[in-house]
């Protein structure tokens, strides 16, 4: 969708004898236009390119399995490792993604800026809406197959696993204003921040769990609230997973609200400077 199509969408006149939209009924109409922007600028506006963005975690899972299936075995008996994988890759990659495709938002929709309605972080709250609805999906279906193969997984505490999705998507917000707003006057600089996601993910314990590193590195290993999200996604989902103690929910909560309001913070004190860039 152009920028011109969703001018349209936004700023098309009421009807004659209405009175004027209200404020919420105008974010509204923005929200949505730039949501089916987004679905048409990320996929292609074609039902194949959602199922080619599902294939990236898909085939992380076969080839790790593969690779180290049978080492995993030893190591967790009874917790199948596709599962194990699927419950460390959707709270990561829904952070991450949240994260940079949030960083990039700004620059992507700078030239929407011109119409008064749409506000940045419009742009970027709509990019945040297509992440989370993507990995939703990624998470149902592939749940759904590993039923269907017979593996065991149960969410036998949706409540928690609902605040710990809540939790993952407020820091990957967060993070994602806070990394739209610093970057803006340095854009070269988003490239180190992409690099700096890579080693993260092998020290989130998406691959291996926690107890397979030496004891003596736990303590600063958990310094890392994506670890946190981890292990308890895994404890969540699988019936017989136990994290290493010292796993705390509570310090993921304190992280995505202290992350959160930062973001929001730094949004509310340069959002002119966003828009005059």
Same mark, same amino acid.
């Given at each position: ?31 949505? #236009?730039?949501?089916? =922007?987004? $679905?048409?600028? =990320? ?9 080619? #963005?599902? +294939? ?25 490792? @596709?599962?194990?994988? +699927? ?14 495709? $949030? ?45 269907? +193969? ?6 036998? =505490? ?5 605040? +710990? ?33 890579? @080693? ?20 600063? $290993? ?16 699988? @019936?017989?997973?136990? @994290? ?34």
């Amino acid at each position: 969708m152009s920028s011109t199509e969703v001018a349209r969408q936004v700023l098309v006149p009421p009807p004659v004898g209405r009175l004027q939209r209200s404020p919420i009924e105008v974010q509204r109409s923005v929200l949505f #236009a730039l949501l089916l =922007r987004e $679905l048409k600028t =990320r996929f292609g506006g074609r039902w194949l390119g959602i199922y080619w #963005a599902m +294939l990236e975690p898909l085939a992380q899972i076969v080839v790790l399995t593969l690779l180290l299936g049978a080492l995993h075995s030893s190591l967790l008996p009874g917790v199948d490792y @596709p599962v194990f994988l +699927l419950t460390g890759i959707v709270p990561f990659y829904l952070f991450k993604g949240l994260a940079l495709r $949030l960083m990039e938002g700004i620059d992507a929709n700078r030239a929407l800026f011109g119409y008064r309605q749409v506000k940045p972080i419009d742009t970027l709250l709509a990019r945040g809406c297509i992440e989370v609805g993507l990995y939703l999906a990624i998470s149902v279906c592939m749940f759904a197959a590993f039923a269907a +193969l017979g593996m065991a997984w149960a969410s036998g =505490r949706p409540l928690e696993s609902l605040l +710990l999705g809540v939790a993952v998507v407020a820091g990957g917000l967060g993070l994602g204003l806070a990394l739209a707003v610093a970057t803006n006057d340095f854009p070269q600089s988003r490239g180190v921040v992409r690099i700096l996601f890579m @080693p993260l993910y092998f020290l989130s314990g998406v691959m291996a769990p926690l107890h397979v590193a030496p004891v003596e590195w736990w303590p600063v $290993l958990m310094l890392n609230p994506l670890l946190h999200m981890v292990e308890l996604s895994r404890q969540f989902f699988i @019936p017989s997973y136990r @994290p290493v103690e010292g796993i705390s929910a509570a310090y993921v909560g304190l992280c995505a609200l202290t992350v959160l309001a930062l973001g929001l913070a730094v949004y509310q004190v340069r959002r002119h400077q966003l828009l005059s860039a």
